[in-house]
């Protein structure tokens, strides 16, 4: 079975600090990895992925995410945070079909 | 523009009422599904189709319906079965089945049991 979890609903940063949403997963074999935005009634946006190859995977909205593997980790980032950023975001596993985590609510505060 | 639309934006439904949602893509992707979110438990799979005329149940299809006889459409009907129909429902599509596919997802429906 696959899976991804994500420990924190909430993160709350100050607008030009850094932010991590952190994801973990569960899969056998590889890993197919992706994160996603949400904005409030809105179906979700495409981030990034990881398939394979180098461990930090930059996305779209100045967004990247570093696969660990020994962690199983596959957090969210960005160097420095906009207001325009807070949304929900979801980080999910795909192997036949999408696994999605619960959601993190990111609040970026000026 | 290629996307999905899906319709109607919000949706009323009283007890004992069968209700359908619309998907519609013209990306001339394959794959498309339908996810169910409420509040603190992400997007659970309803259902899912690979290709015309065939298609799959996901974690919670009790309740639900779909069909699938033209690749542009993905159809849901909640029916009177499904006792908390109250969520935000989405679809979304892909190229096909394999895993390094990301879905595109429609704005969603917002259904309310009154």
């Known amino acids: ?110 | 523009d290629g996307g999905i639309t899906q319709s109607p934006k919000y949706l009323f439904r009283k007890e004992g009422q069968n209700v359908t949602l619309s998907c519609e893509q013209n990306l001339n992707h394959d794959a498309m599904y339908w996810y169910r979110q409420d509040p603190g438990q992400g997007l659970r799979l309803i259902y899912y189709s690979q290709i015309v005329n065939d298609f799959q149940k996901g974690d919670i299809a009790e309740g639900y319906s779909v069909s699938r006889e033209k690749k542009e459409s993905f159809p849901l009907t909640v029916t009177s079965a499904q006792k908390n129909p109250t969520a935000f429902y989405l679809c979304a599509s892909s190229p096909g089945q394999y895993p390094n596919y990301g879905y595109t997802f429609g704005s969603g429906t917002r259904l309310t049991v009154v």
């Open chain 1, 1 to 110: 079975a696959q899976s991804v979890a994500q420990p924190e609903d909430q993160v709350n940063v100050a607008e030009g600090n850094p932010l991590t949403v952190k994801c973990t997963y569960s899969v056998s074999g590889n890993p197919y990895l992706f994160w996603y935005v949400q904005y409030p009634n809105r179906g979700l946006q495409f981030l990034l992925k990881y398939i394979t190859g180098d461990n930090l995977v930059k996305g779209s909205y100045g967004f990247e995410a570093e696969f660990n593997k020994s962690q199983t980790s596959f957090h969210l980032k960005k160097p420095s945070a906009l207001v325009s950023d807070s949304a929900l975001y979801f980080c999910a596993v795909n192997n036949n079909d999408m696994r999605f985590g619960a959601g993190t609510r990111l609040t970026v505060k000026p």
